[in-house]
């Protein structure tokens, strides 16, 4: 066969050349009009929520005012806290320090422990997703072990460590883990047979396929784990601190219900929504930044 | 005519599910020279992309053996390059990163890092898609992405390029064109090319030989057609040519009265 030494007339090309870049400008119209509109949308989400607020605030103000309440209204939270509002950042003796500093010691036992669960739980997950013996030996075993409530590992990871906070880390890990290697198993069992294939025409080796078409294929089942599991770690960051003690938002809680200082109570509980919405958010930003292009293909 | 360039021996494929054995093709043998470009037609499910999966090395033929350039080839690789069906491009990778992860497999060792990023340009540009590099998958459309597929399989310098109806979800136009691509390239590099077709006129534009399959169960091939036009072809002109209307009737002949044999049969 001699193919090979027929020529189409290089002719032939130009036409197609042009066609091929008109294709490409269609995409995107109208890109500044977008701006005013992003704004409306933000205000009709705004104002429902503003609404809502006073609305609570109103009737929180209402039902606390009488004279006899066991709870206190917000100008009296305002009044008797005001110091704990007002400077987040002081630097006292022992746990007497501002909100800032014990919401930072609790994040950073939820950032080691749920770091860890984070690695571990995604290396477990790929191996139980990837082997369907890894699967039948260990998923029964997760499947019991994550029902098993968080706080009920601290007397034994107290007993272990010896230690309030390497317990308290150990608690968040062991809580965030299992969502995280759960949705991660899921996402490698639902890699599409074609991406596996290209992956075997190229002879990606163990390591290549791990990082080129597993992490990236199972990424959105991946960020579903780990946004379960920094919602778990902050709820059970809490109640640890609250029975290890030392600096931390949930000792903070506990001491201030042993004073009776139920106003520091409700600041607290503000702080604590706060974070953990906040850190919500960011684990579904990365999560969206990390997969941009995943979900459609 | 000594030894062919890829040969499928005797190939027999069935599977086996819950006990129950299906055989899909039975001593399928074809030998290919180098450089040819074989379409392989026939009805949906006769076993058509199990006959590419196994010259891929995708699937494990029952008994029968694929040999390319003298060696057996039971095992995939980039020397089959395959662009499949459904484009398989990875959409978390650009455009240029879909090329360039095959490029950098293939020739990690032996291409230095500029070598690397002119070659994977220089296919891109081969289908024409050098504009869109910066793109993903999910920014452009089907017949880019198809296109795509085939700088990434091209890219890798495949011994035999195995195309599974690359064009089957593509409007008529954009197939035609692309049709008219794929000429071109194979024109200029004179690759061994494996095309699974639907389309019969596709079949005869392009191919050298057309390979036309039995139904299912048990697909045989039935009949090899020769189509001897010269090439460069041109759809127009072919329109009308006497040998081009002949190739087409004989393979509608024989999926027309294999067809009706069959469901006679049932
Ligand atoms: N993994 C499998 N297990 C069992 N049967 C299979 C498997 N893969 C394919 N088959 C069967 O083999 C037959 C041929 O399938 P194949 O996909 O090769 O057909 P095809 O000719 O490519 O069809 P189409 O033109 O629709 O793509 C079908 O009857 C199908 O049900
Ligand atoms: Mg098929």
Redesign the interface.
């Known amino acids: 066969m001699s193919v090979t030494n027929l020529k189409l007339p290089q002719d032939a090309a130009p036409p197609h050349a042009a066609r091929v870049i008109a294709f490409s400008r269609t995409a995107r119209p109208g890109a500044s009009r977008r701006l005013p509109a992003a704004l409306m949308t933000a205000l009709t989400n705004l104002v429902p929520l503003l609404v809502t607020l006073s609305f609570i605030l109103v009737a929180w103000q209402v039902i606390c005012s009488a004279p006899d309440s066991s709870l206190p209204a917000p100008t009296r939270v305002l009044e008797e806290s005001w110091e704990l509002i007002a400077h987040p950042f002081y630097v006292g003796q022992g746990v007497d320090q501002g909100l800032f500093w014990h919401i930072s010691a609790s994040l950073q036992r939820v950032a080691i422990g749920y770091a860890l669960a984070a690695v571990v739980g995604i290396a477990l997950g790929a191996l139980v997703g990837q082997s369907a013996l890894a699967m039948r030996g260990l998923d029964p075993i997760f499947q019991v072990l994550r029902t098993v409530p968080p706080l009920a590992w601290l007397p034994l990871s107290l007993a272990a460590f010896q230690d309030g906070t390497p317990s308290a880390i150990f608690v968040i890990f062991i809580t965030a883990i299992w969502p995280i290697i759960i949705n991660t198993a899921v996402g490698i069992r639902n890699i599409p047979q074609d991406y596996q294939n290209v992956a075997k025409v190229l002879r990606l080796n163990a390591f290549e396929y791990f990082g080129k078409i597993m992490l990236p294929a199972a990424a959105p089942y991946i960020f579903t784990g780990l946004r379960i599991g920094i919602g778990l770690s902050w709820l059970a960051i809490v109640a640890a601190e609250m029975l290890i003690g030392g600096v931390g938002i949930g000792f903070f809680i506990w001491d201030a219900w042993n004073s009776s200082l139920i106003s520091d109570i409700i600041v607290a509980l503000i702080y604590v929504g706060i974070v953990g919405f906040l850190l919500d958010r960011l684990i579904a930003l990365i999560g969206r930044v990390v997969t941009r292009g995943t979900a459609t293909a | 005519m000594t030894k062919s360039y890829l040969s499928l021996e005797l190939i027999d494929k069935s599977f086996e599910r819950g006990g129950v054995r299906t055989e899909v093709l039975k001593q399928v043998s074809l030998s290919v020279?180098?450089?040819?470009?074989i379409s392989i037609i026939g009805h949906s499910g006769c076993g058509k992309s199990t006959l590419l999966n196994i010259v891929?090395?995708?699937t494990q033929a029952t008994t029968g053996v694929v040999l390319l350039d003298g060696r057996v080839a039971d095992e995939?690789?980039?020397d089959?390059?395959?662009v499949?069906q459904?484009h398989?491009?990875?959409?978390?990778?650009t455009v240029y990163e879909n090329v360039r992860?095959?490029v950098d497999?293939?020739f990690g060792s032996s291409k230095s890092k500029a070598e690397r990023h002119d070659w994977t340009m220089r296919n891109l540009e081969l289908v024409?898609?050098a504009?869109?590099a910066d793109?993903?998958?999910?920014?452009?459309?089907g017949g880019?992405k198809q296109r795509v597929g085939i700088a990434r399989a091209l890219a890798?310098e495949p011994k035999v390029l195995l195309l599974d109806e690359p064009f089957g979800a593509l409007d008529a136009l954009t197939r035609a064109?692309l049709q008219?691509?794929v000429?071109?390239i194979?024109?200029?590099?004179?690759n061994t090319v494996l095309m699974i077709t639907h389309d019969v006129d596709e079949a005869v534009l392009l191919s050298?030989r057309i390979v036309m399959m039995t139904n299912g169960p048990s697909a045989r091939i039935g009949e090899i057609l020769d189509v001897p036009l010269s090439?460069?072809r041109r759809r127009i002109e072919l329109a009308a040519d006497r040998t081009y209307l002949k190739c087409r009737e004989a393979v509608l002949k024989f999926l027309y009265e294999r067809h009706r044999f069959v469901e006679a049969a049932e």
């Open positions: 020279d180098k450089g040819e470009f891929a090395g995708l995939p690789g980039p089959r390059a395959v499949f459904n398989s491009l990875l959409p978390w990778l992860l095959g497999k293939v024409q898609m504009h869109a793109k993903r998958p999910s920014e452009v459309s880019m890798m064109h008219d691509q000429m071109q194979h024109a200029e590099l004179g050298d090439r460069p």
